[in-house]
């Protein structure tokens, strides 16, 4: 695998200005990202007034909804071998070789160890959610490839795009996607260089997304240009409701041309400040999706991410990732007090099983009327061990929001109120059901207190990386 990333390492060796104490610190978290000199860097603002707060209020029982299905890290392996070998030691397993002598070899729908989902599970989840569901909106946050990131190449990354956009165009036809970049669509995988990253060139992949998105899944033609630049775009969702899409793979310590240069990388934010400032002025809501959720970034990015959704949280109404596999939420807070919550983001369940986790997909109703907020959702699961036993597939409800947390709305002040009663019952059954459904149900009960703790301090509660106003224990990525 080093050899993926021999050149990159060398070019941060010969040009970068951070010492080999500071790089030490970005690579292996030896020294804290705020501590670095290039890593201090802010964002401006346009010279307005913030707007006084205005909490949103209850739609009514008869307003209108649409229905969101929200996609992620697919991660299909088109070589996935029934039986093969899933305890390999590699980062991908269940391709080839036997399993030894104790152990069981790949499921034919998929496992739970290291392995990627087969071609024919997830065609199976999307003929089933074409069936079963009734939505008009997809959000698609990326993440195509398999992890078999030490053998890899261009050709495997476009395939993957193409084969995969293909499929779903043809299962949900006449439905709005709207897509969002993943780490692993790069080649060496997570490598997205900036403007003045001569050595490389990413091109290859924003002209072929640029295309399969507009060409296939209806971008409008307007978008080109940014994805085609940057692999990020917005477009109008409906008159008053605004899509971004971010390529948050600029935000990630995994991406090492950022050792060179990490300044707000392309002016994504500023630009992304622009829309938003467009947006409050015209009076539109603001969708945001991207890849990696921004306590997985750099501190600096995370941090004036925070500032920009604190300056306009009357705006944005929806913030939806995915790229942590797990199924979670976490929730924004007024920074001069970091006491009230502000927004929320959500994080989608993968739909691979890689690793420890069933596969799933989330459902979202949208309030069409006036907030533009998340009214519920919902998650469902492929139980991949009745799958496999019965080999047939198995689909499960796992919960609502409103349901299973007794949730009256999903602002962002019943999100802080859920983590409040977590908080007063620390060993109660509320937590822990947060925690299966955090591991797709894989994961039933086994969560001590120090567990339970860290769940909701360093995830639910935590929405920036290097922030201990809440978690004091953990590094997330």
Request: with cysteine; charged share 20%.
């Amino acid at each position: 695998m080093i050899h993926e990333y021999k050149h990159v390492l060398i070019e941060i060796l010969q040009i970068s200005t951070l010492t080999n104490k500071e790089i030490c610190g970005l690579a292996f978290n030896c020294v804290k990202q705020s501590d670095i000199p290039m890593l201090k860097w802010n964002v401006t603002f346009p010279d307005k007034p913030k707007p006084d707060p205005i909490p949103p209020l209850p739609p009514s029982p008869s307003a209108p909804t649409t229905n969101v299905l929200h996609l992620t890290d697919l991660h299909i392996d088109f070589e996935y071998t029934p039986g093969s070998n899933a305890e390999c030691g590699r980062p991908l397993c269940c391709r080839s070789g036997s399993p030894s002598v104790l152990a069981t070899g790949a499921g034919y729908w998929g496992d739970y160890r290291t392995c990627d989902l087969p071609l024919w599970t997830a065609e199976a989840i999307f003929n089933y959610i074409a069936r079963n569901e009734e939505f008009d909106i997809i959000y698609f946050t990326g993440d195509l490839p398999p992890h078999n990131i030490w053998n890899q190449s261009y050709e495997d990354q476009l395939y993957s795009l193409n084969r995969i956009t293909d499929m779903l165009a043809t299962i949900f036809p006449n439905k709005k996607f709207y897509p969002a970049v993943g780490n692993h669509e790069a080649y060496p995988s997570d490598l997205f260089p900036t403007s003045n990253i001569k050595s490389d060139n990413i091109s290859w992949l924003y002209d072929a997304l640029a295309n399969k998105w507009i060409n296939q899944l209806g971008l409008p033609n307007d978008t080109r240009s940014d994805i085609s630049l940057g692999a990020y775009y917005t477009t109008l969702i409906k008159p008053g409701l605004r899509l971004i899409s971010l390529n948050t793979n600029y935000c990630t310590q995994y991406n090492y041309w950022l050792f060179i240069s990490s300044n707000d990388p392309l002016n994504q934010l500023q630009w992304l400040i622009q829309w938003l400032q467009y947006a409050e002025d015209n009076d539109e809501k603001v969708h945001i999706i991207g890849h990696i959720p921004p306590p997985s970034c750099l501190a600096v990015y995370s941090w004036n991410y925070y500032k920009i959704i604190n300056r306009y949280e009357n705006t944005v109404t929806g913030q939806f990732f995915g790229h942590t596999h797990n199924d979670e939420f976490m929730i924004f807070y007024d920074e001069l007090t970091m006491k009230r919550p502000v927004s929320v983001a959500y994080v989608a369940p993968s739909l691979t099983s890689y690793s420890s986790m069933n596969p799933g997909y989330r459902m979202y109703s949208i309030d069409m009327s006036n907030t533009s907020y998340v009214v519920d959702h919902r998650t469902n699961i492929l139980n991949l061990t009745a799958t496999n036993w019965f080999n047939k597939t198995v689909f499960l409800e796992e919960y609502s929001a409103r349901n299973a947390y007794n949730m009256t709305n999903l602002f962002p002040n019943d999100w802080n109120d859920l983590v409040e009663r977590m908080q007063r019952d620390i060993d109660g059954s509320l937590i822990e059901r947060a925690y299966q459904y955090f591991t797709k149900s894989f994961v039933n009960g086994q969560c001590d207190r120090p567990c339970r703790l860290n769940l909701i301090n360093c995830h639910f509660k935590t929405a920036r990386s290097e922030d201990t106003t809440f978690c004091t224990t953990e590094k997330r990525h």
